[in-house]
C-alpha cells in the first residue's frame, strides 16, 4: 500500500502525532519515504546531492504546513512529490538547477495533489465527486491524468506491476464517474418522485464494487 513502507505506524497515525509534537514521528515519516523520493527525484536532477537537497527540502516545507495543522491527514507521499516538483519548478526558474523531464505545474508555491487537481477545475461537482474517492484512486488520477505518468513510472512508487496500475487507474476513473454522477442531485421543478432516484444514478452503472476502493 501507499503508506506501508514497513511494518511502523501508518502515516496518518504519525501525521497526527507529529501535529501533537512529537519529533520522532517526523523522524520516521522521512525515513519511510526518503529513498523513493530520491529515485523520483533522479528524474529531474543528475547529482546525487541535489536529490538530497530536493528531498530534505520538500520534507521542510511539508512538515512545516503540518506542524501548523495544515496539509494531508493520511498517505504523506503524493504531497511530497508534488512539493518536489514545485520546488524543482522555483530552482530551474531562479537558477537554473533543474530541468524536469515532464511538465511542472508553474508555481513555487507548496500544494497537495488534491488542490491542484481542484485547481484546474471550475467544476463544483467533479470537485465534489473527486474528494468522495479513496486517497488512493485520487493519488492515481492526479498522477495518470494531471501529470502523465506512465504505468510503468508509477509502479515502482505504488509498489504494485505495471498492469495493476492500470487496473487501478481504471477503477479509479470509473470510481470518479459514478461519484459524479451521484453528486447530480439538483431538484427539478415538477419532479418530486425523482430525487431517491438521482441519489441511486451513479450506484446503478457499472463501476468497482465496494471491494475494489482499494
Same mark, same amino acid.
Given at each position: ?68 495543522? /495544515?496539509?494531508?491527514?493520511?498517505? +504523506?507521499? *503524493?504531497? !511530497?512529490? $508534488?512539493?518536489?516538483?514545485?520546488? %524543482? &519548478?522555483?530552482?530551474? @526558474? ?53 501529470? /502523465?505518468?506512465?504505468?510503468?513510472? +508509477?509502479? *515502482?512508487? !505504488?509498489? $504494485?506491476?505495471?498492469?495493476?496500475? %492500470? &487496473?487501478?487507474?481504471? @477503477? ?43
Amino acid at each position: 500500500m501507499w503508506d506501508a513502507v514497513d511494518d511502523g505506524p501508518p502515516d496518518a497515525r504519525l501525521i497526527a502525532e507529529f501535529r501533537r509534537g512529537d519529533a520522532d514521528a517526523g523522524d520516521l515519516l522521512f525515513r519511510r519515504h526518503a529513498e523513493p523520493l530520491r529515485r523520483i527525484a533522479a528524474g529531474w536532477v543528475s547529482q546525487p546531492a541535489e536529490r538530497d537537497d530536493l528531498v530534505a527540502e520538500a520534507f521542510a516545507c511539508v512538515l512545516s504546513v503540518l506542524r501548523t495543522g /495544515g496539509g494531508p491527514r493520511e498517505n +504523506l507521499r *503524493p504531497y !511530497l512529490v $508534488v512539493t518536489m516538483r514545485n520546488l %524543482a &519548478a522555483r530552482w530551474s @526558474r531562479q537558477h537554473g538547477r533543474v530541468e524536469p523531464h515532464a511538465v511542472v505545474p508553474g508555481t513555487g508555491e507548496t500544494e497537495g495533489a488534491d488542490d491542484l487537481v481542484l485547481r484546474r477545475s471550475t467544476d463544483e461537482l467533479v470537485r465534489s465527486a473527486f474528494h468522495t474517492l479513496p486517497a488512493r484512486w485520487r493519488m492515481v488520477l492526479w498522477s495518470t491524468i494531471a501529470e /502523465g505518468h506512465t504505468a510503468a513510472e +508509477l509502479a *515502482p512508487v !505504488l509498489g $504494485v506491476s505495471p498492469n495493476g496500475v %492500470a &487496473a487501478l487507474a481504471g @477503477r479509479a476513473r470509473a470510481g470518479l464517474r459514478q461519484a459524479y454522477l451521484q453528486a447530480q442531485r439538483l431538484p427539478a421543478a415538477g419532479e418530486r418522485s425523482c430525487p431517491e432516484a438521482r441519489s441511486r444514478l451513479g450506484s446503478w452503472l457499472p463501476g468497482p464494487s465496494h471491494q475494489d476502493r482499494a
